[in-house]
C-alpha cells in the first residue's frame, strides 16, 4: 500500500481542524496548540521534521498530565493531528485508530465538557475531504473497543467508508 505525500497532507489538516475544535478546553498549557500548529504547517505543503513528531510527543505529555478529562482528550486530538502525518502504509486495523482518532478524540471532549459529541461527528463528517475516506478504504475494518470511545470510533469509521 502506498500513501501519497498530498494524502497525508489532506488527512493531516482534517485532524488539525477537529483537534483545533476543542483546543479551547485546555487551559494554560501550549503543547497540544503546538502541535496542531505543526500539523497545520505539515498540510499547508511543510515537510515532516523531527519538530513535528517532537510536538506530537510533546502533546502526549500533555494530555497525560491534564486533571480535567475533557482537556486531556482535547490533547489527545492534538496528538492524533501531528501524528497523521506518518499515518503508516501498513494493513492493519491500528491504522484505523490513527485516521478517526483526532477526530474521535474531539468528539470525546466535547462530550466530557458538557456538549454534544454527536454534533462534534457530525462535523467531522462534513469537513473530511475526500482523501480521508479514500485512505480508510484501503486498511482493513478496526477494532474499537466497547467504550464510549469505541462507539465514537465506529460511528466515524462506519460513516467514512460508506
Known sequence: ?????????????????????????????????????????FASGGPRTKALRTAAWDALAAAGELADPA?????RAAVGAAGAAYLHPLESPHQVKHIVG???QA?????LSGGDAEAEVRWALDQAPPEVS??????????????RLGDLHRRLETALRA
Open 134 to 147: 479514500e485512505i480508510l478504504r484501503r486498511f482493513p475494518p478496526g477494532k474499537p473497543g466497547r467504550t
Open 71 to 75: 482537556a486531556s482528550a482535547a490533547a
Open 102 to 104: 483526532p477526530a474521535q
Open 107 to 111: 468528539a470525546l471532549a466535547r462530550e
Open 1 to 41: 500500500m502506498e500513501l501519497s505525500l498530498d494524502e497525508l497532507r489532506a488527512l493531516t489538516g482534517w485532524a488539525a481542524a477537529c483537534a483545533a475544535r476543542v483546543l479551547p478546553l485546555i487551559p494554560d498549557d501550549p503543547r497540544p496548540a503546538s502541535a496542531i500548529a505543526a500539523a497545520r504547517e
